[in-house]
């Protein structure tokens, strides 16, 4: 398999690769390989359409057993954040009126089960990492 070199045309070698090949899952280019799949599309927000079929894909990989929940989870609650809808996963941050904090989060009474169910950490956990990334970049 060629792998994509740096620069715009990642996020359009991943789509092509879903068009010939299907979600580059864990079988067809290992763990590393998944990994550097998803980042692309959890990072394509320049193509929201093409971000919403990048999910599509990821869904079915994960259901097949070719992907990482925790991963869907992180490109679900970025796809809805960009089509204003509140995230399932407490997984997007960003300021408002001058304040650093999650984007809106859908039944937060259950956020921490809907997190456990993918793998995630307690949002609390994850709120202070970032937190703690974001002053250290001030």
Do not use: K
Not at 21 to 38: N, S
Not at 49 to 65: H, P
Not at 91 to 107: A, R
């Amino acid at each position: 398999m060629t792998w994509p070199r740096s620069g715009g045309g990642n996020t359009r070698w991943l789509e092509e690769l879903l068009a010939t090949r299907g979600w580059p899952g864990h079988t067809l280019v290992g763990t590393d390989g998944a990994e550097a799949a998803w980042l692309l599309a959890q990072h394509a927000d320049r193509d929201p359409e093409l971000q919403r079929s990048f999910l599509e894909a990821l869904r079915g990989a994960v259901a097949a057993g070719e992907a990482s929940r925790a991963n869907l989870a992180y490109l679900e609650d970025r796809v809805r954040v960009h089509d204003g809808r509140p995230q399932l996963y407490g997984t997007q941050f960003t300021v408002t009126d001058g304040e650093f904090g999650p984007c809106p989060i859908e039944d937060p009474a259950r956020l921490d089960e809907r997190r456990a169910e993918v793998g995630l950490d307690p949002f609390a956990a994850y709120e202070e990492l970032i937190r703690g990334q974001r002053t250290a970049e001030e």
